[in-house]
């Protein structure tokens, strides 16, 4: 592709124009100038000069084009009654080789690949393909969004930070799930971007992923109908979604090298059948290839993944895109199914452009590509509606958070109903933990939300937020229970001396523990304890308050040495902008908690499939000390093998086969009320019929997650049981409800992989309903055939 700089004299300003796709002046401020702009130019990048009365012209002549170019007339795909397949042929018939390569790749990330200079239109994103004006389609402006807009704090804007994804799964409720997307999506929206970069579906198979919090917990179906719900919502304003990271990428160590051995039909039954549930639910612009090997090739460059089962037995009508710098070949990854490169054009730029020429990849291939990208867009609304960069709706923002954080906080334990607190009784309380006098953590990496005024622990304008450190958010536990107890003394200590806090929690009526475990992309933990000795400061006031309540902020399982000792225990998880407030109404009983656990909480790491986390070895890492770093990646890095012989048992499906007992079980959760399952009935057929009847036997009104559990016949060879469906209902004090779940025949079959289907095996099925996995009051099997 012929790219031209040039420079006018003197230097306030260039234009760029990359063939005859955009020309475009910027002005630009010499005293800073980007690192970008001080990479060595490509020979073909050489400045020239050009007089300033031609480039007016130059102008003028292109501002004239894209003028008639704008008007329906000359855009015949602008008919919004053809469907987005006809909208999109039509356009890729008008295309150009080099328009069409240049939608097939972003513009560059700095240590991720070399940067265009096309990226100083980029909104501030981690990826911006450049659109084509002469007919019509706008560039992508793409941000990451796993619980909020990203980079707001460097980019000078506002974000809201929702409950992290594990945590809207603990929620089981797909309104709160569509929500949390469309928050998302009116957000993005707002700051100028038309795509998002959340959507994490990868299963919590290894709790000690630094990314969990990104994740929708252990179970494929419920991943699936939540990320599902997220999209449809996310979608809905208008916003390319994404589903990442496709597939099997459940450890940062190592991540650019590792090599995934799986079999299929453990695969298809776990992590891949998270996705194709998700894909099935909604139709998702896109799909982010991981950074791993699969069974021995690059997720980005591996056929299976990408064509035999997700853009055929599947049917994805989106575009695939590498995740950054997980592109390894042109040929390779184009002939397997990858449709887009980010961030750069290392592989799908020239390379691609001289592939095609010379034959080796076909024009029919590209076309598919750019016809995916741009269907995509059309279906999505992203032309025909695109963003209007507006402000942010900051206190609606709020209030959504708070919503799905009251929805999402699990109560572990509660012993002798020592919660919720009676403020009107209570007339002393300690609050201790690390910074719970300013704020709660927050999950860190590219899903990192800014908070307003920075990181709540820094000095004021020192705020900024950085690649793996922990950022705390301006949600103060301390202030939320001083607001709910105004009558009472409530006293803070940080627990960095142990004894002292214990003898704060000595003087006090309850003593609430805020302890927290942090994780962020980039890091796996070595263990799921609380770091900073906050098993031993729970320990020390537990012993000192029998009345010592827990609120843990993490984004996986942790171990709990002392829960015999405490008497109630509550997961926050990461729990956003609004997190304290949405605590102090659970602690205070303003609302009843409803969520239930979507992932094991194990004793000990001792019982995990494994035992430890696999390390790279050194030539597995890339040195990021390098400038060019992103050639190591690129090029490749040795593989090392991690091996899933654990097979189909994922999650509680392990801890149940292998008999080992739990600290708290998969779809575990207490509320401030009681409720009782009764009347089971299973009507036999394609989608088997659950119904039974709910009550609520407590005085207060709440939301009970009712769960349907299968197990197989004794010739599946299965685990003893799997989820198959849920319903959250809402009971009154004293109320009874029927609920009917129906059960995807998907949901009770194997892989056959010789037949390469799902296959329902005749016999037996037993049917288990209620409130966790391990507590299934009505048990009754039926035949199915
Ligand atoms: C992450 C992706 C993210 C991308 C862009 C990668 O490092 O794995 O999840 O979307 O960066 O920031």
Known sequence: MQETRIQIEPLSSICVQKDDIEARCYNIDFANIPEVWQMPLQPAMQPKKLSRIALAIATFTLFLASAAAQSGKAHPWMNTSLSPDERASMVVKEMTLDEKISLLHGTGMRGLSPMSPLAIQANGGAGYVVGIQRLGIPGIQMSDAAYGVRSSGENGRYSTALPSDVAGAASWDLDAAYEYGALIGRELRAQGFNMSLGGGTNLTREPR???TFEYLGEDPILAGKMVGSVMK??????VLGDIKHYALNDQESGRNAVNITIDKRAARESDLLAFEIGLQETEIAGVMCSYNRVNGDYACENKYLLTDLLKKDWNFKGFVLSDWGGTHSSEKASAAGLDHEEPGEIFYGDELKKAVESGKVPVAEIDDHVHRILRAMFATGVIDDPPQKSVVDVMGGFEVAQKIAEQSTVLLKNEHSQLPLDASKIHSIAVIGPHAD?????????????????????PPGKGQTRWLEKIWFPTSPLKSIRAKA??????????????AAAALAKSADVAVVFAYQWESEGMDLDSLSLPENQDELIAKVAAANPHTVVVLESGTAVTMPWVDQVSAIL???YAGSRGSDAVANILFGDVNPSAKLPMTFPKSIADLPHTTVVQPPKESVPN???RDVWKQIATGLAPFPVTYNEGVKVGYKWYDAENKPVLFPFGYGLSYTTYTYSNLKVTAGKEPLVTFTVTNTGNRAGAEVAEVYASLPAAAAEPPKRLVGWSKVKLNAGESKEVSVKVDQKYLSIFNVEQNGWQLLPGDYGFMVGGSSQNLPLKTSVSLK
């Open 486 to 499: 105004p009558g009472a003394n409530v006293q803070f200590n940080s627990g960095a001396d142990p004894a």
């Open 209 to 211: 992923n630094g990314r």
């Open 624 to 626: 990021y000390m390098q």
């Open 571 to 573: 997961e926050a998880w």
């Open 438 to 458: 300013v704020g709660m953590i927050s999950g860190g990496g590219s899903a990192q939300v800014d908070p307003p005024g920075g990181n709540a622990i820094m």
């Open 233 to 238: 919502g996310l979608q809905a304003q208008h």
